[in-house]
C-alpha cells in the first residue's frame, strides 16, 4: 500500500491509527476553530488540533448521555502509548460510572483543604491574640468595657518598657508566656505547665490570666480559621481549674469604719489637690469603680434634676441620684477649659484622675488610719448603706451589681425611688463623719468646724 503524501489531507471522520507522522500532518480545517482526531486502538482518546496549530491528546466519552471531555496533555510532552493508557484508565472509571472531573474536583478540594489545615496549624497564639482584641466581644454582648481590653494587653504585654512609676523596665505578663506557641499545641497539660511558672510569680494574676485565655479559646473555636485546631475547654480542663489560686483566706475585706469616718473626711476634705478630694469622697458617697467614676464628664451631670450617669461595668452606664452632699461637691469642682471632664488632671494623658492611691495613702497617713484600698471605698459604701437601713436590692442597683435574686430582676427602681435611699446613706455617712451639712440649705463645714473652701468655676 502506497504510503500517503505528507501534504495528503486527514480523513477526520473515520477513527485512524495514531503515528506520530499523523499527528504532525494534523492542521485545523480553516472554517473551524479546533478539530479532532480518533484513535483507531484506544476508543475515547482523540487528537485536538486548534486553529493556532496547538496539539493535544484528549479523552472523550458519554456518561450518563452526557458528553464528558478531558485534555489528556500536550502531544509533545506525552508519548502515544502513554497517552493510550491514560485514556483506557479513564475509559474504565466512566464505565465504573465515575465522573473524571468530579474526581478531580474533589481531589482539588481535598489539597485546599490540606493547605487550608497546614496553614492554620501554623498559626501561633500571637496572631490569634491580635485578632482577638481586634474583633473579640464578650460573650452575648457587643463589646468589652475599655478596662477590660486594658487588662487583655497588660495581660499579654512582652514587657521591656520603663515603668511609669519607679525606675526599671515592666515585666512580661502572664500571657506573653504563650504567644510563641501554635495555637494548635495549646491542651490542659500544657496550660498546667504554663500556669504553675506563672502562678510561682503571682498566683492571683496567673488565675485570672487562665480565666482570660479561657475566653480566648472559646471565641477561637467560633472563627473558621481556627475551626479544628483549637480546643476551647483547654482552660476548663478540671486539672487547670483545680490548681487556680481560689481567693481563700485573702479575698480582702478592707473597709472604713463608721468610727473612722471623722478622720477619714478630715484628712480628704484637707488634701491640697480639692479634685482628688472630691472624687475619693465621691467613690464613698456612689459605690461606684474607681473608672466608672474617674470617667465622669460634666455633660453626664444633670443638676437641675438631681442625677449623674456613669459608665457601668455590668451594662453600658447607669444613672444615679445626685444627693445634696455630693451635688455641693461637684458644682463647686473647677472647670478646665477644653477638658469634659469633672476629675480634670490636665497633666495626665487621659485629661482626668487616673491614680488617686497617693492621694488616699496621704489621707489615711494624716488620719493614723489602717490601710484601705481604692475599692475598699466602694465596699464601705455598701456596709453603710446596710447600717442606713436601705434595702439590698436598692443599694445593689446604686453600685451597678447584677440583681441577687429573681424577685429583684423584676422590679428595677426608677432614679426617683432610688433617691431617697441615696440620700439616706449620705445623710448616715456625713453625720457619722461629724460634718456639719444643712441638707435644706446646702451649706458644709469640716469635721473640725472649718467651712470647706470649695474652688470657685472656672469658666
Not at 476508543?43 to 485534555?71: C, D, M, N, Q
Not at 500571657?175 to 510561682?200: E, F, Y
Not at 444615679?320 to 473647677?334: F, N
Request: aromatic share 6%; glycine share 8%; with cysteine.
Amino acid at each position: 500500500m502506497a504510503r500517503a503524501r505528507r501534504d495528503a489531507p486527514i480523513d477526520l471522520d473515520d477513527a485512524q491509527d495514531l503515528t506520530a507522522g499523523l499527528i504532525e500532518r494534523l492542521i485545523c480545517p480553516p472554517e473551524k476553530d479546533q478539530a479532532f482526531l480518533r484513535d483507531a486502538k484506544s476508543p475515547g482518546l482523540r487528537v485536538r488540533v486548534t486553529s493556532s496549530g496547538a496539539k493535544s491528546f484528549v479523552f472523550e466519552a458519554k456518561l450518563r448521555r452526557a458528553t464528558i471531555r478531558r485534555t489528556i496533555g500536550d502531544v509533545r510532552a506525552w508519548t502515544i502509548e502513554k497517552a493510550r493508557t491514560e485514556a483506557n484508565r479513564l475509559r474504565v472509571m466512566i464505565d465504573a460510572g465515575t465522573d473524571p472531573r468530579e474526581l478531580d474536583r474533589e481531589n482539588e478540594q481535598a489539597r485546599a483543604r490540606k493547605v487550608a489545615q497546614d496553614k492554620a496549624e501554623a498559626v501561633l497564639v500571637a496572631d490569634a491574640w491580635a485578632e482577638y482584641l481586634l474583633r473579640g466581644t464578650p460573650k452575648k454582648k457587643e463589646a468589652w468595657k475599655p478596662r477590660y481590653i486594658a487588662d487583655l494587653r497588660k495581660m499579654s504585654a512582652v514587657g521591656g518598657e520603663p515603668k511609669k512609676r519607679g525606675a526599671g523596665v515592666t515585666l512580661p505578663g502572664p500571657i506573653a508566656a504563650l504567644l510563641s506557641t501554635r495555637l494548635k499545641d495549646i491542651n490542659p497539660k500544657s496550660l498546667r505547665a504554663w500556669h504553675q511558672r506563672q502562678a510561682a510569680r503571682g498566683p492571683v494574676q496567673a488565675a485570672r490570666a487562665v480565666q482570660m485565655f479561657s475566653g480566648f479559646l472559646r471565641w477561637c473555636s467560633t472563627q473558621d480559621e481556627y475551626d479544628g485546631i483549637v480546643d476551647p475547654l483547654a482552660a476548663r480542663d478540671a486539672k487547670v481549674q483545680d490548681a487556680l489560686h481560689s481567693g481563700t483566706g485573702s479575698r480582702r475585706t478592707d473597709a472604713i469604719e463608721e468610727a473612722q469616718l471623722p478622720a477619714w473626711f478630715a484628712g480628704v476634705t484637707g488634701l491640697r489637690n480639692t479634685t482628688a478630694g472630691a472624687y475619693l469622697q465621691g467613690l464613698l458617697l456612689t459605690g461606684a469603680r474607681r473608672e466608672e467614676l474617674a470617667a465622669l464628664k460634666w455633660a453626664d451631670i444633670d443638676f437641675r434634676w438631681g442625677r449623674l450617669t456613669i459608665a457601668d461595668k455590668v451594662g453600658d452606664t447607669r444613672t444615679l441620684p445626685l444627693a445634696p452632699y455630693l451635688r455641693q461637691l461637684l458644682s463647686g469642682l473647677p472647670r478646665v477649659e477644653g477638658n469634659p471632664h469633672v476629675f480634670a488632671a490636665p497633666i495626665a494623658k487621659s485629661g482626668r484622675i487616673a491614680d488617686p492611691r497617693s492621694a488616699h495613702a496621704e489621707v489615711l497617713k494624716q488620719g493614723e488610719m489602717p490601710h484601705v484600698t481604692i475599692h475598699g471605698l466602694r465596699r464601705t459604701f455598701a456596709l453603710m448603706g446596710e447600717a442606713a437601713g436601705c434595702p439590698a436590692g436598692a443599694i445593689a442597683q446604686i453600685m451597678g451589681h447584677r440583681p441577687g435574686s429573681m424577685s429583684e430582676k423584676y422590679k428595677p427602681r426608677t432614679i426617683d425611688q432610688l433617691r431617697p435611699y441615696m440620700a439616706q446613706v449620705e445623710r448616715f455617712v456625713i453625720e457619722r463623719a461629724k460634718i456639719s451639712f444643712d441638707f435644706e440649705e446646702g451649706s458644709a463645714a469640716s469635721p473640725v468646724g472649718k467651712v470647706i473652701a470649695l474652688p470657685m468655676k472656672v469658666a
